[in-house]
């Protein structure tokens, strides 16, 4: 994965990977508390000839790292911040 600065946080990295290319559609899949973006990898496997498929860890979750605050509004923020950097 390659990490990517959190807005809320800039010492706080998301794990971040990307499968497809250049298509005009991006589908971007964040897992439910508890779980990782690994259990996307089968989803971005089937869908990456038609979109672009980007899968993230949550703060605090899988490879994401450095996070002091779990919040609604943290996550929200970091998943603009995943946005931002497309």
């Known amino acids: 994965c390659h990490f990517i600065?959190?807005?809320?946080?800039?010492?706080a990295k998301i794990c971040v990977e990307s499968f497809?290319?250049?298509?005009?559609?991006?589908?971007?899949?964040f897992p439910g508390i508890g779980d990782v973006r690994t259990s996307y990898r089968f989803?971005?496997?089937?869908f990456k000839e038609s979109c672009r498929?980007?899968?993230a860890d949550l703060r605090g979750m899988g490879d994401s790292?450095?996070?002091?605050?779990?919040?609604p509004e943290?996550?929200?923020?970091?998943?603009r911040?995943?946005?931002d950097h497309l």
């Open 20 to 29: 497809g290319g250049s298509a005009d559609t991006t589908l971007l899949c």
């Open 5 to 11: 600065p959190s807005r809320s946080d800039p010492n």
């Open 65 to 71: 790292r450095h996070f002091a605050s779990f919040t």
């Open 43 to 46: 989803l971005a496997r089937a």
């Open 53 to 55: 498929v980007v899968i």
């Open 81 to 83: 911040s995943v946005l």
């Open 74 to 79: 943290d996550v929200a923020n970091d998943m």
